[in-house]
C-alpha cells in the first residue's frame, strides 16, 4: 500500500513558470528592438545626408556670392565709365566744359564708394597721426604739436571700417633745440677725454 506521489513532470512547482511563454515575448523584443535600432540608424543616415546636403549648399551659396559680390559695386561704376567715356569723346569741348564733366565723374565716383561703404581717410593738418590709418612718408620739423599730420600726400580709404590703403602724409617733429642743449638723453653732447 503505497500511497501514490505525484510525478515531478506532472506537478507544478510554485513560482515556476513555463519556459515557453517567456522565450517567445523575449525573441518578441528582441525582435522590436532591432526594428527600433534599424529605424534610428535610418534616421541617423537621413540626417547625415541632409546635413552633407545643406554644406554642399552652403558652399555653392559662398561660392556665388563670392564671384558675384562686386555685381552692386560694378553697377554703381558704370555711369562713371559712361561719363569718362563721353568726356574723352566731346573732341572740340572748352575746358571748362571738360572740367565741369570731370568734376561730375567724380561725384558719381564719391557717390558709388558711398553706397559701397568706401569712405576717404583725409586728415586735416593737426590732426593726430594714427598708424592705423595713416602712412608716414616723411617727418619736418615744424611749430606743430610733433605726431600729427602736417600735409597729406595722397588720401587713403577703408571699406566697412577695414583700411584698404593708408593715407600718406607728412608728420611734424618737434624743431631741434638751439645752442647746444640737444638732446639729454644724445651721446653726442658728451666731451671727450
Do not use: C
Amino acid at each position: 500500500m503505497s500511497d501514490p506521489k505525484p510525478q515531478p513532470d506532472k506537478v507544478p512547482q510554485q513560482g515556476a513558470v513555463d519556459p515557453e511563454p517567456q522565450v517567445r515575448p523575449l525573441e518578441e523584443q528582441l525582435s522590436e528592438t532591432q526594428a527600433k535600432l534599424e529605424e534610428q540608424r535610418e534616421a541617423w543616415l537621413r540626417a547625415l545626408a541632409e546635413a552633407e546636403n545643406a554644406r554642399k549648399r552652403a558652399q555653392a551659396d559662398i561660392s556665388l556670392a563670392r564671384r558675384y559680390a562686386a555685381e552692386r559695386v560694378l553697377e554703381d561704376l558704370l555711369p562713371v565709365m559712361d561719363s569718362l567715356e563721353a568726356a574723352l569723346g566731346a573732341g572740340g569741348a572748352e575746358i571748362e566744359a571738360l572740367r565741369a564733366g570731370v568734376e561730375l565723374t567724380r561725384k558719381q565716383l564719391q557717390s558709388a564708394f558711398g553706397r559701397a561703404g568706401v569712405a576717404e581717410v583725409n586728415p586735416a593738418p593737426g590732426q593726430r597721426f594714427d598708424p592705423h590709418r595713416h602712412q608716414a612718408m616723411a617727418t619736418a620739423e615744424s611749430d606743430q604739436e610733433p605726431n600729427t599730420v602736417l600735409y597729406v600726400l595722397q588720401k587713403g580709404y577703408t571699406l566697412h571700417d577695414r583700411v584698404v590703403r593708408p593715407a600718406l602724409v607728412t608728420v611734424a617733429r618737434a624743431k631741434a633745440v638751439e645752442n647746444g642743449a640737444g638732446n639729454p638723453i644724445s651721446d653726442s653732447n658728451l666731451e671727450s677725454n
